[in-house]
């Protein structure tokens, strides 16, 4: 499973075209006003969904309604976001500030599997370059695998729904995620696992 995901990466990576003309600082002090925005519009819903829950009730038709609102607008921006990958590629911290460079992952991880799959070799060579966070790369990855069903690589996707106490949801060979965090420049999963109160008991292989 992991050796396939890292080839059919691999083969979306070399598919993408990567020759994008050098930007002037006119036009990239203007995408960073563009992508700052873009975040803004991704964030503001989902910074009162629980005030919206428990003013309109969570299975209430108005409830519904506000998150069909939020997907309508996750659509509008994913587009709006892959618009400017195509045409200026991933756009790293220096080039566009740390808040802008998020707003990319941000809209991406929100948005549909197929955008994930095609724009991911990109955030992987922004995050090689250190123009972007690994953590945005890992939960891009494994918000993607989660979405289709298939277990994640390197345990940043939580159910906090199933039970009592939050779980991670399945995770490739588990033995091993140490191995593959630390190769995209994440910590080890002891530490994540802790912060979050989730008790990990499963010892790492070499």
Same mark, same amino acid.
């Given at each position: ?17 990567? =020759?994008?003309?050098?930007? =002037? ?182």
């Amino acid at each position: 499973m992991v050796e396939t995901m890292k080839r059919s990466l691999f083969i979306l990576f070399l598919g993408i075209n990567f =020759s994008v003309n050098a930007q =002037s600082k006119e036009e990239l002090d203007s995408l960073k006003v563009q992508l700052e925005t873009v975040l803004m519009k991704d964030q503001t819903f989902r910074r009162i969904y629980l005030e919206a829950e428990n003013k309109l009730g969570k299975d209430s038709d108005a409830y519904e309604y506000f998150w069909e609102v939020v997907e309508l607008q996750d659509k509008v921006l994913e587009k709006e976001i892959t618009t400017i990958l195509d045409k200026y590629g991933w756009l790293g911290i220096s080039q566009v500030g740390r808040w802008a460079n998020t707003a990319i992952w941000g809209v991406l991880q929100h948005g549909s599997v197929a955008s994930k799959e095609k724009y991911a070799p990109l955030l992987k060579a922004s995050v090689v370059k250190k123009e972007s966070q690994p953590i945005h790369y890992a939960r891009l990855i494994d918000r993607m695998l989660i979405n289709t069903d298939k277990p994640q690589l390197y345990g940043t996707q939580i159910d906090y729904a199933s039970g009592e106490a939050p779980v991670f949801f399945p995770i490739e060979n588990p033995e091993y995620i140490n191995r593959r965090r630390e190769e995209i420049g994440l910590g080890a999963i002891e530490h994540f696992a802790r912060d979050r109160e989730i008790k990990w008991t499963i010892q790492q292989k070499d």
